[in-house]
């Protein structure tokens, strides 16, 4: 134990049990020790968890306020929340909101568009501009005729995905090659109808992962909604689409020329029009990035050999569009739609565009395809 040397056996027996009890007290005092240290880790474990699962659950509500699933309502609520509050701040009058109250349940309940963002003409104000002005334009294509629609108080937000649609359905129901497919519909339907139809899409069994997403509902809710969706309700539909994904820039400046090729490819090849202004029979084209979705209406071939694309923006109100059905426009009234590939920066793009109708057997092929959903990635 030590290196003392004792003169009886009795100084010895004392001194060799004082090592003992010394012995004792400093493993009982490791003991306390390792215990408290235990304990000590055991609470900032626990207060690094309590942590996370508070950063987790506040990250989970964002998203979901983010796109929509949040619980606050939908369309409805969200028209008679931003009504209430024009009426608070003077912005409306109370005669007027009842108006709109009982126009919008209306229209609810027939489940039309009551067109209140609906601006008809631009079309063919486009092909009067390129008609008489656009001299730096050598050549354009412009999709069928179609309306433009625009957010509304109770979409404002989260609702683009919807009016795309919208824009597009206006355009191929002038369409004798899409009639079979459209046998149901007499004119536009309001967004909590196109909640309805997609979910049906789903029930039927299209895009089983993206249903789950959403938990199969989005009546009632804000959810965004983006290619895939728009996929599966005009497959649902009968109609032959593609979806397709430039998901990653494709030169080294971080635009995507093979999305504008992919464009022009898809409106020259309609061999009906010829001349320098080109109006095709093709619909639209549904465009999706990252917070935002817009329709491509057609693309110009400019006389330095660059494209410009011509989109249609939701999120534009009616009152800028109208702007464009005067008579004289110049090519400043047309920022509203050019976009060149400077313009069009974001990492990802998809675009869904319609090339025909279905066979119920074709129909029946695409469902079961859908079930692993992938889009052509370009490139």
Known sequence: MCSLVCTSCQILEEHVNLHLEESRFDEGKNVRDLELA??????????????ESQREQAE???????FGLDNSGGYKQQSLQNMERAVASGRMQPMEFHRQKADMMESLAYGIDDGSTKTSGVMEALCRYYHNAGSEVSRVWLCSQ???FSASLGDKGWGCGFRNFQMLLSS???????????????SIPCIPKIQCMIEDAWKEGFDPHGASHFNGRLQGTKAWIGACEMYSLLTSLQFKCRILD???????????????EWIWNYYASDIQ????????SKPAIYLQHQGHSRTIVGIEERKNKTYCLLIFDPG??????????????????LKLLRKYAGSLKHKQYQIVAV????SPEEKAVRLQTSKIFRAERIP
């Open 38 to 51: 235990r304990r000590l880790q055991d609470e900032e474990d626990g207060r690094r968890r309590a942590e």
């Open 60 to 66: 989970f509500q964002k998203l979901q306020r983010q």
């Open 146 to 148: 179609l309306d433009h």
């Open 172 to 186: 191929l129901l002038l369409n004798d090659a899409y009639k079979d497919c459209l046998q149901d519909f007499r």
């Open 246 to 260: 430039f998901h990653k820039p494709s030169s080294p400046s971080g635009t995507h020329p093979l999305l504008f």
């Open 273 to 280: 029009g010829t001349g320098r202004i080109v109006c095709t």
């Open 316 to 333: 534009c109100p009616s009152q800028n569009m109208q702007k464009l059905l005067k008579q004289n426009i110049d090519g400043a009234s």
């Open 355 to 358: 090339e025909g109708a279905l």
